[in-house]
């Protein structure tokens, strides 16, 4: 069955600075790849996602992701942080066998000033 | 276009209650979800439906009941409340079991 794995459960990032969050998954195909940031008191809102084809994925907000098969991972990225982006980040992975997504466990991201 | 919304945001339950939570979505889409949310797990499946009328058991539904009778709408019951059930409960819905659209959320609390 597939996975993933988000290896940092907290990430603090000076407000203007670049992020990457990171993200692995294991799964025996191609995996369907997804972004998902949760701001607080909130639900769950899409920045982007890999089925297939190009591997850097653009996203809104101005984030992107980067599929890297042989590393199993597919880690988002910003350039340059908001205060507003502050939030918590997940990554889920699908697949075309089944109708669930599974999801990390999420990443807390906070923004200094 | 109000996407999916949920109902109600916030609940006290005392154990053994009974309590349903409702989820309507406006986008006509076919798939529909319940999750749970709980500290350092990240978001677990309860159950789903591929379709009006139908319904699944996902990662966790011990405890949960679905039903689908209308498209619009995902009902998801639990009919005697325990304090492991205390969580925050996010609805979701799709056109293609990928692309899935989130509601607010219900925090749900078990005494």
């Known amino acids: 069955a597939q996975s993933v794995t988000q290896p940092d459960i907290h990430i603090t990032v000076s407000e203007g600075a670049s992020l990457e969050l990171r993200c692995n998954y294991s799964y025996g195909a191609t995996p369907y790849l997804f972004w998902y940031v949760q701001s607080p008191g909130q639900g769950l809102q899409l920045l982007l996602k890999?089925?297939?084809?190009?591997?850097l994925v653009q996203g809104i907000k101005g984030f992107e992701a980067e599929f890297k098969r042989s590393q199993s991972s597919f880690n988002l990225r910003k350039p340059s942080v908001h205060w507003s982006d502050a939030a918590e980040y997940f990554c889920a992975v699908g697949s075309n066998s089944g109708y669930a997504l599974n999801f990390g466990k999420g990443t807390s991201l906070l923004v200094t000033p | 276009n109000a996407g999916v919304t949920q109902t109600p945001k916030f609940r006290v339950l005392k154990t053994g209650q009974s309590m349903t939570l409702l989820c309507a979505q406006d986008m006509n889409h076919e798939y529909m979800y319940w999750y749970r949310q709980d500290p350092g797990m990240g978001l677990r499946l309860i159950h789903y439906?591929?379709?009006?009328?139908?319904?699944a058991k996902g990662e966790v539904p011990d405890g949960y009941n679905v039903s689908r009778l209308k498209k619009q709408n995902f009902l998801l019951g639990l009919e005697s409340a325990a304090p492991s059930q205390t969580s925050v409960y996010f609805c979701a819905s799709s056109w293609d079991f990928y692309e899935q659209y989130f509601g607010p959320g219900t925090r749900l609390t078990v005494t």
């Open positions: 439906s591929v379709g009006e009328g139908t319904t």
């Open positions: 890999y089925f297939s084809g190009d591997t």
